[in-house]
């Protein structure tokens, strides 16, 4: 596997180990036990691999870009046999339609939402199964955790909005009250005031990754309340076209999508998982995958901004783009002082965030209001 594609365990041990004292800190369980033994090969005639989604590929967004993960692993081992299955609930029904994956001979399973206590004990039933959950709270000896460092391209595209917006008003329409959805906010947030200290962001939730109407009526409301900048983390970019149709600006998530709002896009924060997905089915035939990891795909290898918009100005993409170079060359814009809506200090001055710090983020910084 390549070192610099992902953010690896021992990395993130590295980092936290950097981390103040002071600073209130996740548990470290999921990713502090002794590394696992790596699973036996097997040649790529044998192996089944089953994806499963939490939504519809059709839908263009998070689920399509796993899609194009698995495409791409068909391309480089034709003979391997894959299961797909979109729109799997979070109940007991998923729980069935995982356990199933098994039944039906897969050696290796991507998770692309995570499913945490309803996939467990299939999980732990299955040894001699690779495991890959997205957004998992938790690894194990055959289960990796994995993800995307979304916050830096979001704080990237918030400096653009911040210096795009005419109201001080951001809004945000995601599904659930995730700790992502919480970082997401809070990058696009603090990037947005690293320019324009008076942003205030509004965010609606809207309890589910792909609502269409839902999605419209919040996108309307935060319009109404005045925001004239929208992002969203939903499976579907409904917002943008309500931006485009209201006069505003509007970023979203997963793939381009400017077609939906050609005047309205400024970008999107892009996941690419092609060659994340190639290398662990590698290490899955060659006998070397191990399980107890957190994944990460890191800016500028396999997540990032996408191309500015058509409307964005030069001197707004140009200045967004200056902070991306700084990110790229190891600055950390997550440093301190950092407080949240109760005004307590959650990242104390000099402190600079780690990569665990930013994925289990259960705050939301000063400035921010949310309601479901």
């Known amino acids: 596997m390549k070192k610099d ?12 180990g950097l981390a103040g004292a002071s600073l209130a800190m996740p548990s470290l369980a999921p990713w502090a036990s002794a590394a696992a033994q790596p699973l036996p090969p097997i040649a790529p005639k044998d192996l089944t691999i089953a994806f499963g989604h939490a ?7 998070w689920e399509l870009t796993h899609h194009q993960g698995r495409l791409a692993v068909e391309e480089m ?16 029904k998923g729980t069935r339609i995982i356990r199933q994956f098994v ?3 897969a050696k290796m399973v991507f998770l692309t939402s995570s499913y945490d206590s309803l996939a467990a004990d299939v999980i732990k039933s299955a040894p ?30 918030g400096v653009a909005a911040g210096l795009l917006t005419k109201t001080n008003k951001l809004g945000f329409v995601g599904g659930f009250p995730t700790q992502g959805a919480n970082m997401s906010m809070n990058a696009l947030h603090l990037g947005a005031r690293s320019v324009n200290p008076k942003i205030e962001t509004q965010a609606i939730y809207i309890n589910s990754w792909s609502d269409p109407q839902a999605a419209r009526q919040a996108s309307a409301a935060l319009i109404q309340n005045g925001c004239d900048y929208l992002i969203g983390m939903l499976a579907n970019a409904v ?8 006069g505003a600006w509007a970023s979203t998530w997963n793939t381009d999508n400017r077609r939906l709002g050609p005047n309205a896009y400024v970008s999107s924060i892009l996941v690419d998982w092609k060659e994340f997905y190639k290398q662990e089915v590698k290490a899955r035939i060659e006998g070397k995958w191990t399980g107890n990891r957190l994944e990460l ?19 707004v993409a140009k200045q967004a783009d200056a902070v991306r170079e700084k990110i790229l060359q190891g600055t950390n814009v997550f440093t301190g002082e950092i407080k949240d809506g109760k005004g307590k200090v959650q990242v104390p001055a000099g402190h600079a965030m780690t990569i ?8 939301v910084a000063e400035g921010i209001t949310a309601k479901s």
């Open 5 to 16: 594609l992902l953010f690896s365990r021992r990395q993130a041990l590295q980092s936290i």
């Open 55 to 61: 939504g519809a590929i059709s839908g263009g967004g």
């Open 77 to 92: 081992y034709p003979e391997i046999k894959c299961i797909e299955v979109e729109n799997i609930p979070f109940s007991a």
């Open 103 to 105: 039944g039906q001979g």
């Open 128 to 157: 001699d199964v690779a495991f890959l959950e997205g957004g998992s709270a938790s690894s194990s000896d055959n289960k990796v955790a994995y993800y995307a460092q979304h916050w830096n391209p979001t704080y990237i595209i």
């Open 239 to 246: 917002y943008l076209q309500v931006a485009e149709e209201e």
């Open 297 to 315: 795909l890191k800016l500028g290898i396999g997540t990032d901004r996408d191309k500015w918009g058509a409307k964005v100005p030069e001197n």
């Open 356 to 363: 665990e710090e930013c994925y289990f983020c259960d705050w």
